[in-house]
């Protein structure tokens, strides 16, 4: 007899670990000027070894975020797709695929703004502030028992200090009627981490675990760990639209 083989679909999530961030900017009718700049900031041999890729970046600034991921990873994909006649679906990076799971999970998309908050090891976290539809900011921060600090940043920096004042008022229990974006949606790379509960907990109304398992209602969700199964929020870029 013969048997039917379905085609093999694959997505990948990199780690940070393996990519380059920075900012360039780019004016849509000025292609003289963006050539421009391009050779001012351009290292060639950066340039021989990165594939880079540009997203817009804080409405309206002519600011993009860029990505730069190593020739050999997109190499290395391309010779896997091949030894098992696979088709590569798509790749991301970490908090950016649970930015899609966000949008496909929750319909994110429809709201007017929100963040994806990645919890991480030793209080270091990522956020990525989005609104109507945009990429303001990328940034992490490092959290203490009273304060925030700023690691590094990109996009909307007045954005990123409100958003790092409002953390600030969820550690030390400050009102916050003044934060003004619609969803926080929340998440652990390493599990059932402490902080995503106590989080959750300050601000029951805006804040929403980022786990595909909350809205699958086939699901016998008192056998599920919630927390425990967190890092499922970063197979964002693996999933369409879910019918619950």
């Not at 909307?156 to 934060?179: M, P, R, T």
């Not at 995503?196 to 008192?222: A, G, H, R």
Request: charged share 25%; net charge positive; proline share 2%.
């Amino acid at each position: 007899s013969r048997i039917n083989y379905e085609e093999l679909i694959c997505t990948y999530s990199l780690d940070n670990n393996n990519l380059i961030f920075s900012t360039c900017y780019a004016i849509k009718d000025n292609p003289d000027l963006n050539s421009w700049y391009v050779k001012q900031i351009r290292d060639d041999s950066l340039f021989k070894a990165m594939d880079h890729y540009h997203y817009p970046l804080q409405n309206g600034t002519n600011q993009f975020l860029s990505i730069s991921i190593p020739k050999s990873i997109r190499k290395s994909f391309q010779d896997i797709m091949r030894i098992f006649n696979a088709r590569l679906n798509g790749i991301s990076t970490g908090i950016f695929s649970a930015e899609c799971g966000a949008r496909n999970w929750f319909n994110a998309d429809k709201l007017d703004s929100y963040l994806i908050w990645k919890i991480g090891k030793k209080k270091k976290d990522e956020i990525l502030f989005i609104r109507n539809n945009m990429l303001e900011s990328y940034f992490s921060i490092k959290r203490t028992t009273k304060q925030v600090k700023i690691e590094w940043q990109f996009g909307n920096h007045d954005a990123v200090s409100e958003i790092c004042k409002y953390i600030e008022g969820l550690i030390i229990n400050k009102n916050q009627n003044k934060f003004s974006i619609s969803k926080i949606f929340i998440y652990a790379s390493n599990g059932n981490n402490p902080d995503v509960k106590n989080f959750e907990k300050k601000d029951k109304e805006k804040v929403i675990l980022l786990n595909p398992l909350s809205v699958l209602t086939t699901l016998e969700k008192e056998k599920i760990n919630i927390y425990e199964t967190l890092p499922l929020a970063e197979t964002g870029n693996a999933f369409k639209a879910i019918d619950v």
